[in-house]
Structure formats: C-alpha cells, structure tokens
C-alpha cells in the first residue's frame, strides 16, 4: 500500500484524500494549507489515517458476546491494541470505488457471513460510503443495507482524529455522560462533571476522557483560534450519542465520534433504547454528517 493508493476530491479551496485499501479511511482533509483532520502518516495502520467508518457497531462488545432472540453469538478480536472486538468490520476491510468525481466519491462494501468473516459479524450486508465537498466543507453519508435472512442488530458512525494545537477548543452539549469500568465498557450514566461538561467551549484537559455521551444534539463546534479555522459537526438527529477520546496532549490529537448507539449497546437490557436498530432483511440504515468549515 502507498500513499499513491489515495483517491483525491477537490473543491473550494478543500481537500479531501481516501484510501480504498486502508480500511476506506480518509487519509486526510484540509483548507489550504491547514489540516481540518490529523493527517495519515503512511503507515499501513488505519487507526494513524485521519476518520474511518465504524459498521455495523461502534466501539467495544463485552466479552465478544451478544444474544439477540435467544441466540447467542461470538465475535473474534480484530485489533491486536485492545481486548475486545471494536469498531466492526468496515475499518478492516479492502473497500471499492464504485464512482469518482472531482468532488464525490462512492465507496462500497459486502460482507458475507461465511468462512472465517462469520467471526467478525454473524449478517450479511453491503454498505455504501458516499463522500463529498461543497462550498461548506464536507459531508458523509452512511447506507448499510441488511442481506441476511433474519433481522440484524444495526449501528453507524464515524471515527475521526483532530489535531490538537494552536489552543482548539471543543463545544457540544449532551444530557449525560457513561462512566466506564477497567474494560472501556460503560457501566453507569451520570450527570456531566464540571470537567467533562463542554456547553461552553473550552481547551481540551488532559487524557480523562475515552467516554460515550448520550443525549447528544448531533452538533459539535471544534475552533483552532489562532489559527482562526471553526470547524462544525452536523451529524443525523439520530445520532444522539457522542464518543470523545482526549489522550495525552503529546499525542497531537483527539477524537469526536459520532455515533448512533451507546458503547456495548448490544448488551444492554433494551439495546434498541440504546440506539440500535434492528433491520429487517433488505432493509437499509441510513446517516449522515456535514463537516462545515469556516476561516476568518
């Protein structure tokens, strides 16, 4: 894999770059000069590429383990970096450009639940990632489509990484926070602490946050001030729940995550209360989300 692997959109000003082979990663995103997202450094990881997919769930399944009418399924680690199964099948797989425009790309995926893929997600299903720049920025539109035979457990978001300098702020409200246990699995909701309480925005503390909020607004405001760049999330109404992850300052990055269920919401009680959406076969999920830019 090389970076001469990329497919490239532009417009207005706005680059956007994509690796097919990398997971379908956005390698990177920028406004002239300034990198919008922390640019992929070439190294065949897609956790170093600037957003990936998650599909069909987001973040980690306890013990690899879900039951859904009665039965019980087992999924396969997919990441040598963390214990549990994480993030789905899509940022692990070789996906195809299906259409490329100056300003838009289509992506697509299948995943067949047979042979050893059945241990990364028991249903079939075909996703399309569609990606384009306008005059605003850019948008992202998910549509994963059910192909198995029975109904599926469904979930979308995205996973980007920001760069952290020149003082960013970030802003976003929700209703409440996810404390998590030594697993990074959410084990009870709280009212937001003072330190993780973002309705007015401020500087990024040091690493304490790697928490889902719920009640989200679909909306986040991310502001480098001395570099005078406001970058907005606009994502699905129904998207109401918002990862963020704050590692050290060192690190050069953070992520905001949007995402349309809880953590291991597949083991909770009512996952669909949760956010997960059960399809009915040949039924399609869709979302969407804007990353409007604007410089001073």
């Given amino acids: 894999m090389a970076t001469s692997d990329q497919v490239h959109l532009?417009?207005?000003?706005?680059?956007?770059?994509?690796?097919?082979?990398?997971?379908?990663?956005?390698?990177?995103?920028?406004?002239?000069?300034?990198?919008?997202?922390?640019?992929?450094?070439?190294?065949?990881?897609?956790?170093?590429?600037?957003?990936?997919?998650?599909?069909?769930?987001?973040?980690?399944?306890?013990?690899?383990?879900?039951?859904?009418?009665g039965e019980q399924y087992r999924l396969r680690l997919n990441s040598p970096e963390h214990a549990l199964p994480i993030h789905g099948v899509g940022w692990k797989r070789r996906w195809i450009v299906a259409a490329h425009e100056p300003d838009r790309l289509l992506l697509t995926l299948q995943h067949r639940a047979e042979g050893d893929a059945l241990q990364d997600w028991p249903f079939s299903f075909d996703i399309e990632h569609e990606l384009g720049l306008d005059e605003q920025g850019a948008w992202l539109r998910l549509t994963l489509t059910n192909r198995s035979d029975g109904v599926m457990p469904t979930g979308l978001g995205w996973h980007p990484y920001f760069p952290r300098h020149n003082g960013v702020t970030l802003g976003f409200t929700a209703k409440q926070v996810w404390l998590s246990d030594e697993q990074q699995l959410p084990h009870q909701a709280v009212n937001l602490p003072p330190r993780w309480d973002?309705?007015?925005?401020?500087?990024?503390?040091?690493?304490?946050?790697?928490?889902?909020?719920?009640?989200?607004?679909?909306?986040?405001?991310?502001?480098?001030?001395t570099a005078g760049v406001t970058l907005q999330i606009e994502a699905d109404p129904s998207m109401t729940h918002l990862v963020v992850y704050t590692p050290p300052a060192a690190q050069g990055l953070f992520a905001v995550e949007p995402v349309s269920h809880l953590n291991n919401a597949l083991n909770q009680a009512d996952p669909i209360e949760h956010g997960v959406v059960d399809l009915q076969p040949g039924e399609s999920l869709q979302r969407h989300c804007r990353l409007r830019v604007t410089r001073s």
């Fill in 198 to 225: 973002f309705r007015q925005a401020r500087e990024l503390a040091e690493p304490e946050l790697d928490h889902c909020f719920s009640g989200w607004d679909a909306k986040a405001t991310l502001r480098w001030p």
């Fill in 10 to 69: 532009d417009h207005a000003g706005f680059r956007l770059s994509v690796c097919p082979a990398l997971g379908g990663a956005i390698t990177r995103f920028a406004l002239g000069d300034f990198d919008l997202l922390r640019p992929w450094d070439g190294i065949e990881q897609v956790r170093r590429a600037s957003c990936f997919v998650l599909a069909p769930y987001s973040n980690r399944i306890a013990d690899g383990m879900f039951q859904m009418h």
